[in-house]
């Protein structure tokens, strides 16, 4: 008599939802405070909590508050200023039914004095109990006043050779001021690289210093 085997396979399908939490870029003008940037979530479902840590460039930036937002209304948000990078926790008793888009609003202070751009990079995150999907965000820094440029026929002229009367300094204007037409305009005059002359207005094209002696660098 034969025995017979017989092998039974089950076959089922396991539907995996794929989270996906973002940062939204931002732009910021130099000295700007409170800057928004949003960080966003492709599905909502079920979100009861969340918690990300987000690295940026503190030399550029400064991170200042996290807060909710109108999707997450009635979620508690906390966060932790680490310097370097801000850690930040969220959670609710009543978890969403439905939603997308942005989960948190994070606020940075622009300290760069010049245009640039900072890093915004999500790391450890969690949504509910689930690691997601990070996509990093970028922070561009516009309209930063730069250094002037371009100051043509700089002049220093002995006013007497046979006297001691002083020297006589002239400039121009530069050709570039550097301040996007914002802020007092002003000059300086520095000998040996000291300031002898104070604020002088931007209308004034010329110093006298009477009190110089040889071998003296005008800048």
């Given at each position: 008599?034969?025995?017979?085997?017989f092998?039974i396979?089950?076959?089922?399908?396991?539907?995996?939802?794929?989270?996906?939490l973002?940062?939204?870029?931002?732009?910021?003008?130099?000295?700007?405070?409170?800057?928004?940037?949003?960080?966003?979530i492709?599905?909502?479902?079920?979100?009861a909590?969340?918690?990300?840590d987000?690295?940026?460039?503190?030399?550029?930036?400064q991170?200042?508050?996290?807060?909710?937002?109108?999707?997450?209304?009635?979620?508690?948000?906390?966060?932790n200023?680490?310097?370097?990078?801000?850690?930040i926790?969220?959670?609710?008793g009543s978890?969403?039914?439905?939603?997308?888009?942005a989960?948190?609003?994070?606020y940075?202070?622009?300290?760069?004095?010049?245009?640039?751009?900072?890093?915004?990079?999500?790391q450890?995150?969690?949504?509910?109990?689930?690691?997601?999907?990070?996509?990093d965000?970028t922070?561009?820094?516009?309209?930063?006043?730069?250094?002037?440029?371009?100051?043509?026929?700089?002049?220093?002229?002995?006013?007497?050779?046979?006297?001691?009367?002083?020297?006589?300094?002239?400039?121009?204007d530069?050709?570039?001021?550097?301040?996007?037409?914002?802020?007092?305009?002003?000059?300086?005059?520095?000998?040996?690289?000291?300031?002898?002359?104070?604020?002088?207005s931007?209308?004034?094209?010329?110093?006298?210093?009477?009190?110089?002696?040889?071998?003296?660098n005008?800048?």
């Amino acid at each position: 008599m034969k025995k017979l085997s017989f092998l039974i396979f089950i076959f089922f399908s396991v539907n995996i939802i794929s989270i996906t939490l973002s940062v939204q870029n931002a732009t910021g003008t130099c000295g700007q405070q409170n800057v928004p940037v949003y960080i966003n979530i492709d599905d909502a479902t079920g979100l009861a909590a969340f918690q990300f840590d987000i690295y940026f460039e503190n030399t550029k930036i400064q991170f200042v508050s996290a807060d909710k937002t109108s999707l997450t209304s009635n979620f508690l948000v906390e966060y932790n200023n680490l310097g370097s990078y801000a850690k930040i926790a969220a959670a609710t008793g009543s978890p969403l039914s439905s939603g997308s888009g942005a989960i948190c609003v994070l606020y940075f202070n622009v300290i760069s004095e010049s245009d640039g751009s900072s890093y915004l990079d999500l790391q450890n995150s969690l949504v509910n109990d689930v690691p997601p999907q990070e996509i990093d965000g970028t922070f561009t820094i516009s309209n930063c006043c730069q250094v002037p440029s371009g100051m043509p026929n700089n002049t220093a002229e002995d006013l007497n050779p046979c006297n001691v009367s002083g020297i006589q300094i002239s400039w121009q204007d530069p050709s570039n001021w550097g301040d996007r037409g914002n802020g007092t305009r002003y000059f300086q005059v520095l000998r040996d690289g000291v300031n002898i002359s104070g604020n002088l207005s931007s209308s004034t094209h010329s110093y006298v210093d009477s009190t110089t002696s040889s071998g003296i660098n005008y800048y």
